[in-house]
C-alpha cells in the first residue's frame, strides 16, 4: 500500500523519485532568488509562508512547486554581493554527492548501519590526519561544524587534565572538587565557542581567560606567557590554550610555532581552532601560515567554509586517538564491547553525537572532481580578492581598513565627511539598509568599541571589478545616509 511512499528496488519508486529530482532542480533554477535577498523583515515572511498539514495529502510535484516561496525569500548564497559571513556557495559535486547521501540515509553510529559509509569516512579522517601531519596514532571523526570540533577538543582536554593531576575518572564520577582550579587560554578575539564549551562542561566561563591579541590581532605571546606566569602563583592549572588558526573577523592566525613549546612546558592541551584557516593546507601559496599545527593535541577543520561544501561537514582530529576512551561508552545494541575484539569499527565510540549523517561522502566527491591543484587555485582566489578590498577600501578616503586581511575576511569602516555624525550608527545603519533593501549582504562586528564593517570573500567565481562595485555601493550608500 505504500510502496511508493519510500525509494525501493521498485521500478515505479524509483521513476517517482527521478521525477521529484527533477522537479526540485526546475522550481530551484526557476526561483533562485537574483538579488541576495528579497528585503523582507520577519513580520513580512511569517505573513507569507503558511504551515497546515492537510487532512489528505497533495501530489508530489505540487508540494516541491509550492517550495518557490521558501526559495525566494532566502539568502543567495551564490550572489557575488552576498559576502557576510563564512557562509559558502557550496560545490555542485557536493551537492550531488547530498543526493546519494540523503538516499541512503546511513547512519555513522555503528558498523552494521553503514559498513561502506564506516570505511569512507575512517580513510577520509586518516587522510585529513596525515595532511595534517599529526602522526600514526592520530584519529578523528566527522562532526556538525566548530562549535561540537571545538567542544569536544576541550572535553577531551578537561578529563585528561584531571587524569594526570589528580587521577580522576570524570566519565564515571564527574567533576572533581579541583576542577574549579581548571583554565582555559585563548586570545581575545577567539570563537565565542570557548567560553560557551566551559559553560557546558560545568567549569563555567570564568574558567576562561582571555589573552590580548598584537595590531594583527593575533595572540601575544608575551602576554600569555605572562598569564601562565600568574596562574602558577596562584596555584591554578592551565587545562588548554585553544589557539586560533583563522578567526572569523579577521582570519588572523595565531603563531601555533611560537604557542606550542608554552603549551607543551605548561602541561596544557593545544586545541587549534583551524574551523576556517585548515583550507590553506591545500594552498601552495599560503600553507606556510599554519606552520605549527601538526604540534597540536587536536585540531577543529570547517568544511562548509573555504571548502564550499553544503552545511553541515566538520572534523575533529585528535594527536592520540587512545584519548577517545574518555568519552567513550558502550550499548549493546550499537557498538558492544565484543566488537573491538573483532575488529568491527563503530565510530560512535569517538563522537558525542548518536547518529550522525553520512557527511565525509560530500567531502570524498569534491575532493575527487576538483583536485588538489583546483581546490588550491580556488581557496588562493578568495585570499586575493580580500586583497583587492583592501586596497579598494586604502584608496577611498571614506573608508577606513581596520586590518591588513590573512586569509578571506575584511574588516572595515566608513567615515562620514562631518565629524558631527555618529559613526557607529551610521555604519549600522549603512549595512541594515543594504540588506532591507536587497542590495547586498555584508557582515558587521565590534572593534575595540567601534562599529565596523566586514567582507568575507568566500565566492571564487567573484570578480575583482564586483569587489570594487561593492564597496562603491557601500560609499554611496553611507553618503546618503549622512544627508538624511
Known sequence: MFETEFLTTSAESQQIYKSALAKAVEVLSEHLPAKP????????????????????????????????????????????????????PPLIAALAAEVVTSALNQSMDSFDQAPAATV????????LCDEVRLGSTSGGVFTAGGTQS???GLLLARDASLEKHWNWPAKSDGLAPEARKLRIF?????????????????????????????????????????????????????????????????????????????????GAWLHVDAAYGSALLFSARYRDRLKGIELADSVSMDFHKLFWQPISCAAFLLRDATQFRHLKLN???????????????????????????????????????????????????????????ADFIHKDSRLE???EPELSAVVFRYSPANPN???????????????????????????????????????????????????????ETGRRLEKL
Open 37 to 88: 535577498y528579497s528585503g523582507k523583515d520577519p513580520k513580512a515572511l511569517a505573513a507569507l509562508l503558511q504551515f497546515e498539514m492537510p487532512q489528505g495529502g497533495l501530489t508530489l510535484l505540487d508540494v516541491i512547486a509550492s517550495s518557490k516561496r521558501v526559495i525566494a525569500e532566502s539568502i543567495s548564497v551564490t550572489h557575488p554581493d552576498t559576502i557576510a559571513h563564512l557562509h559558502c
Open 150 to 152: 571545538n567542544y569536544m
Open 401 to 403: 581598513l581596520i586590518h
Open 186 to 266: 585563548c586570545s581575545d578575539v577567539a570563537h565565542f565557542t570557548v567560553e560557551k564549551s566551559a559553560a557546558q562542561l560545568g567549569l563555567g566561563t570564568n574558567a576562561v581567560v582571555r589573552i590580548p591579541t598584537d595590531k594583527a590581532f593575533r595572540m601575544d605571546v608575551p602576554a600569555l606567557k605572562n598569564a601562565l606566569d600568574q596562574l602558577r602563583q596562584s596555584d591554578l592549572v592551565p587545562m588548554a590554550i585553544v589557539a586560533t588558526a583563522g578567526t572569523t573577523d579577521f582570519g588572523s592566525i595565531d603563531p601555533l610555532s611560537e604557542i606550542a613549546p608554552i603549551a607543551k612546558s605548561a
Open 331 to 389: 550499548a549493546d545494541y550499537l557498538n558492544p564491547e565484543s566488537h573491538e575484539q573483532l575488529g568491527i569499527p563503530d565510530l560512535v565510540s569517538r563522537s558525542v553525537s548518536t547518529t550522525r549523517r553520512f557527511d565525509a561522502l560530500k567531502l570524498w566527491a569534491s575532493f575527487q572532481a576538483l583536485g588538489r591543484e583546483k581546490l588550491g587555485a580556488m581557496i588562493d582566489t578568495t585570499i586575493d580578492l580580500a586583497s583587492v578590498a
Open 120 to 127: 569512507l569516512e575512517e580513510k577520509m579522517v586518516r587522510w
Open 421 to 475: 555624525i555618529n559613526a557607529d550608527r551610521l555604519n549600522a545603519d549603512l549595512r541594515q539598509h543594504l540588506f532591507d533593501s536587497g542590495q547586498a549582504v555584508i557582515g558587521h562586528t565590534i572593534v575595540r568599541g567601534r562599529q565596523c564593517l566586514k567582507l568575507t570573500c568566500m565566492n571564487p567565481t567573484t570578480s575583482k571589478k564586483q569587489i570594487g562595485e561593492l564597496l562603491g555601493l557601500v560609499v
